[in-house]
C-alpha cells in the first residue's frame, strides 16, 4: 500500500526547474532512500510534501491527501527532521521536545528518556547554547518520541558523529519494525545502503533510477583481486573491466556486474591461485551518474564502458 505518491511533480523558481517531472513513491513499513549530490532537488520535494512550497504542476498525496491543501490533517501523522535545525533560542532542549512531541499528539516518556540517553544529550540546556550537532539530537529524539506514521527525514544526521550515526540507525531500523514508513535523503550512501529497502535517486531535478538495492546492483561493478600462475595478458582489452592496478598480492581491478562472466572465462585461462572479491557498493553506481553522462569517460585509468 503506498503512503506516500508523487506523480510528474514539477516545481519551478522562476524560470529556473528545480524538479522537473518526479515520481516516487513510498510504500506501508517501507524506508525509501532518497538520494542524490546537494542541488539535486531533494529538499525542494520534501517541501512540497510537508505543505510548505506549492507544486508547480504534479500531484502530491500523503495518505491519499493532497500534500497542499490537506496539510494540516497529514502533518498530525508525519515527523519531519531537516538537515539544518533550527530552535527556539531561549526554551531548552527538553522543553522544545515536549513541545514537538505534543503537537503530535504523542506521549510515550520512556521512549522520549531512552533516546535522550542513546543520543546523549543535554535536555537542560537553553538551545541557543547548543551545537548543530546537538540541534540535530533534539530534532532527532522529538521526532523517533513522535508516534508517527510517517518519518520524513532531509539529510538528518549531517552534524552528527559516527557514534550517533549508530544509534539514528537504529531508531530508523525501530521505526520499521513497528511497521512506521520513513523516506530518508541522503548523500551519504552508507547509511542509505544499510537501511533503505529502495532507493531513488534524483539528480538535477530529475529521477534517475529507482529500485532495490539488488535491483541497482546490476548496474554496479565488482572489484577484484586476482592472482594467477601466468600473467594475465589482455586483460585491459576486455569489455566491463576497469581501474586495473598492480598489486603486491596480484591484480587488482573492477568487473561491471554484467560482464562477470566472460572475464571470469577469460582470467581462469592464466590459472587462478587466489581471487578475492568485494561485493558492489552503491557508491560505485553513484559515481557512474556523478560524472554527468552514465559513461565511465572521466574516471580515470582503463575507464572505458
Ligand atoms: P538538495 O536538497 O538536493 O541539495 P535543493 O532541493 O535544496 O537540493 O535545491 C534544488 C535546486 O533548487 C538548487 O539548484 C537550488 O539552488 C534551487 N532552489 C531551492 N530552493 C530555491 C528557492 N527558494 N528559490 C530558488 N531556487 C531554489
Ligand atoms: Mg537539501
Sequence with gaps: MSLLRVTNLTKKFGKFTALDGVNMEVNKGEVFGFIGPNGAGK???????????????????????????????????????????????????????????????????????????????????????????????????????????????????????????QVFQECVMDAKNEGKSVLLSSHILSEVEKLCDRVGIIRQGKIIETGTLSELRHLTRTNLLVETKQPMTSLSELKGVHDIEEKEQGLSFQVDTEEMDNVMKHISQYGIVKLESAPPKLEDLFMRHYDGTDTTANRGVGGVS
Design 43 to 165: 529538499s525542494t520535494t520534501i517541501r512540497v510534501l510537508l505543505g510548505i512550497l506549492k507544486a508547480t504542476e504534479g500531484e502530491v498525496k500523503i495518505f491519499g491527501k493532497d500534500a497542499w491543501k490537506s496539510a494540516v490533517d497529514i502533518h498530525k501523522r508525519i515527523a519531519y527532521v531537516p538537515g539544518d535545525v533550527n530552535l527556539w533560542p531561549n526554551l531548552t532542549g527538553g522543553e522544545v521536545i515536549d513541545l514537538f512531541v505534543k503537537l503530535r499528539g504523542g506521549n510515550n516518556k520512556n521512549r522520549r528518556e531512552e533516546l535522550i540517553r542513546k543520543f546523549d544529550l543535554d535536555p537542560s540546556k537553553k538551545c541557543r547554547t547548543y551545537s548543530k550537532g546537538n540541534r540535530q539530537k533534539v530534532a532527532l529524539v522529538a521526532a523517533f518520541s513522535s508516534d508517527a506514521d510517517l518519518y520524513i527525514l532531509d539529510e538528518p544526521t549531517s552534524g552528527l558523529d559516527p557514534l550517533m550515526e
